[in-house]
């Protein structure tokens, strides 16, 4: 199933929750009873919700994470994006952050025990169970790898990679249900996102035995579209409209003619690059989400070679690090890197793996855990800055068992 049917699926989902009968109505029914809620039929609608829910949590972390990290630079007037570009993440600029990514960790938790009680014996043979399983997976993924600290449902805090924990055990119950139902792109995205929590947590082996099960065509995205600006990517305001963000002062700005780093220019009248939205900064524009509808990917094929890559190189094996960096160099039609040493290895699987994975959320988890690397594993970017979200000052506030 390829990644355009995956999106099907949700569409389809969602055209059997509003059912067919009365399909262009717009007559307000009001509000949901939850009670309404425990029935088979409203199974495909709760599982919609956690993917809008995870798709709203992977918008902000990928357009305010790539000022945390070193994916755009901020060259607008928003208020938390202009402290995050100092390198300071405070708790009371993530309140918007952290309030969608535990919504869309505890709507798919939630939502799975729902899903237990209403279907009973038809839960593991029911189509989309492997896909509530991911959405469960990839919201704690993604807490695990920007959170300082995990707090679970208003418990403590406890280290961030509880979250890595929770997901590694969503994924693992999503590719048991999806290979006994053969359905392969779940089984994939399953796979995928398993080897990225268990790299997370230092099981490297483990990541490289899902990793080689991924086709490096696959992609499993977070889903977007231009129906309601809370179903849109956000992309389309902060750096097609207004320049928010630019790739200029990047070292992505230096890129040409690859395709994972797609960028433009902004003319100004009389020639030259027009400035952005502070008036001063050069505005060039990110040219891989061309409108609020793009999907983002979660996980992809060909980021399972640079897992499988840097495990190898973590190992000492520069020529075969080199062989899989390589691999996913010639799927883009692009000419091999050369290393012959550690040390000069290094620097090509961190570059390989910000150019494939730009914009997508990712680079801000490589920077801080790289930062803690000694030797040529080392990457600076993040020394003097803050190096994860703190816990919310709204989570701080309403939870007791915080000190």
Request: glycine letters at 10%; aromatic letters at 8%.
């Amino acid at each position: 199933m390829s990644r355009h049917t995956i999106r099907g699926v949700a569409l389809i989902a969602a055209v059997l929750a509003v059912g067919c009968d009365g399909l262009l109505d717009v007559t307000n029914p009001g509000p949901i009873n939850d009670v309404d809620l425990d029935t088979p039929v409203a199974m495909p609608a709760l599982v919609v919700g956690m993917s809008g829910d995870l798709s709203s949590a992977l918008s902000i972390t990928v357009i305010w994470g790539s000022v945390w990290s070193d994916d755009l630079f901020h060259s607008g007037t928003l208020g938390a994006p202009t402290i995050f570009a100092r390198g300071v993440i405070a708790a009371i600029d993530v309140n918007d952050w952290w309030g969608r990514a535990q919504r869309a960790r505890w709507v798919a938790e939630q939502g799975i025990d729902r899903m237990k009680e209403v279907l009973g014996t038809g839960f593991e043979t029911y189509a989309l169970t492997p896909r509530a399983y991911l959405h469960a997976g990839y919201a704690n993924r993604i807490l695990g790898e920007n959170t300082c600290n995990a707090v679970i449902d208003g418990g403590a805090p406890q280290e961030n990679a509880e979250h890595f924990r929770r997901a590694e055990q969503f994924f693992t119950e999503a590719l048991r249900i999806a290979t006994a139902q053969n359905a392969t792109a779940w089984k994939n995205a399953a796979l995928a996102g398993r080897a990225q929590v268990r790299a997370a947590l230092g099981n490297w082996s483990g990541a490289v035995q899902d990793a080689a099960l991924v086709p490096i065509d696959f992609h499993y995205d977070g889903i977007f579209s231009l129906n309601t600006s809370r179903e849109g990517n956000g992309w389309q305001a902060v750096t097609l409209v207004r320049g928010e963000y630019t790739v200029w002062n990047t070292r992505w700005y230096a890129v040409e003619g690859d395709p994972r780093i797609p960028w433009q220019n902004v003319p100004k009248a009389g020639g030259g690059i027009a400035n952005a939205a502070n008036g001063t900064t050069p505005w060039v524009r990110q040219q891989k989400y061309l409108d609020d509808g793009a999907d983002i990917a979660l996980s992809k094929g060909t980021e399972m070679l640079l897992i499988r890559a840097e495990a190898a190189l973590r190992d000492g094996d520069v020529a075969g690090a080199l062989g899989l960096v390589n691999q996913v160099r010639a799927y883009h039609e692009l000419e091999p890197v050369a290393a012959a040493t550690e040390e000069e290895a290094w620097p090509v699987l961190q570059d390989e793996r910000g150019k494939t994975l730009w914009l997508e959320g990712r680079r801000f988890w490589d920077l801080r855990r790289w930062n803690t690397e000694t030797g040529a594993a080392r990457n600076s970017f993040l020394d003097g800055r803050d190096n994860c979200v703190p816990i919310s000052e709204n989570e701080r506030l309403t939870n007791p068992n915080i000190p």
